[in-house]
């Protein structure tokens, strides 16, 4: 069958059409990533959200998921079938899935024959993100886009053909300055504000800065449900809340005169996608000092880099004591994501035209089997 994807023509004489599988709801950077293609001028892009923002598995789900073969709960597999069958795109593009088949993708390639396209923001290869249902996709996949440096060779080893490295990115509409009268009495109450999950190397270092002094903001979830919770951590000066999504979350992030950035060791993070949500937004940055942050960022006048608990409660002093510095370091981290092209528009044109380099070898080698004596 011939390939229906042909690829953007950048003269817009040709329209894709992109049938996007992820979680959806306000605020999620997978609504970012669809909403990215949306506005490509070439690109028609069909949403089908997975389902729910917040499901709460019971005993049964959640042993599945420890066996890594989770409960398709909202029927998945059924309804992307019947949307290819419906909407017949050129690509389908499946956003950290976790319960997509292989006998789904086998299925949708007997329909239409689309690209077939997968996103992973998460080590996909580490053992707690990837479900056995993913694992059998992996020699389906068209191209296998993720942000984990590592990953691209151990996909490539895991039989993925065509595993491709894409930056993270913000979302300028929603990862901007904000006003004190926009985030309201809260404006920069705070000396530093970090958004994330527990994790016990967080907790310490943060601990760390509230008694050294500085007061803390603090919003996310435990990592889980027996582990560690923020709460444990206590005193005046500091605050505790939930995690915040969405323009929820652009406004927490002003809640403190600057901004932690850590990393996830269970991931094997050398970035990720607050690194560059934090500077686009304008504020500025500590965060831990890697090979990663450094090619996206110049430490020292972009964000201020920090190898262990000492050099960042120094490098925390510091900030707190240069307003001057604190606002060179915003306005310059959050001018390096525009000029370096971070936003999520200019990752959704890089993903495009991967995308379209891909359907153009599949033209090619169907044209070679076509014309192959028999």
């Known amino acids: 069958m011939t390939p229906r994807y042909h690829g953007p023509d950048r003269k817009g004489a040709d329209k894709v059409k992109l049938l996007y599988h992820g979680h959806l709801w306000n605020g999620s950077t997978a609504r970012q990533r669809f909403e990215a293609f949306q506005r490509q001028p070439n690109i028609i892009a069909v949403p089908l959200d997975i389902g729910s923002e917040y499901w709460l598995p019971g005993l049964v789900a959640r042993v599945r998921w420890k066996l890594r073969w989770p409960v398709d709960q909202h029927r998945e597999n059924e309804r992307l079938i019947q949307a290819v069958a419906a909407e017949r795109p050129d690509v389908v ?15 949708i390639r007997k329909l239409c024959n689309p690209l077939l396209v997968y996103y992973s923001p998460d080590d996909i290869v580490a053992r707690h993100n990837l479900s ?42 929603m990862h901007r300055p904000m ?52 709460t444990a951590m206590t005193g005046d000066r500091i605050r505790i809340g ?25 991931n094997r993070d050398r970035i990720t996608t607050r690194s560059i949500e934090i500077a686009g937004m ?37 900030l707190m004591s240069d307003d001057a510095l ?16 971070y936003q999520t528009d200019a990752r959704g044109r890089d993903m495009v035209d991967t995308m379209a380099r891909s359907a153009a070898g599949r033209r090619k080698e169907y044209s070679r089997a076509k014309h192959m004596p028999r």
């Open 282 to 318: 304008g504020r500025p940055m500590i965060a831990e000092k890697t090979d990663e942050h450094d090619s996206h960022f110049v430490d020292g006048t972009e964000y201020l880099g920090f190898r262990n608990d000492a050099e960042m409660v120094e490098k925390v002093r510091l």
């Open 132 to 173: 056995w249902p993913v694992r059998f996709t992996f020699p389906q996949w068209d191209v296998f886009f993720t942000t984990k440096t590592i990953n691209v060779a151990e996909l490539s080893a895991m039989g993925v053909r065509n595993p491709v490295l894409v930056g993270n990115a913000f979302d300028p509409l």
């Open 326 to 341: 604190r606002s060179a370091i915003a306005g310059a981290g959050r001018a390096r994501c525009f000029a370096a092209n």
């Open 242 to 266: 939930k995690a915040a999504v969405g323009m929820d979350y652009a406004r927490h992030m002003h809640h403190g005169k600057l901004a932690m950035c850590f990393l996830r060791k269970l």
């Open 93 to 107: 593009f499946v956003d950290n899935n976790r319960v997509v088949s292989n006998a789904t993708l086998v299925q």
């Open 179 to 230: 006003s004190a009268q926009e985030v309201g009495a809260d404006f920069e109450r705070f000396d530093v504000v970090f958004v994330g999950t527990v994790e016990e190397d967080r907790f310490r270092s943060l601990k760390l800065l509230a008694d050294a002094g500085y007061s803390i903001a603090i919003y996310g979830n435990p990592a889980s449900r027996r582990g560690r919770k923020w």
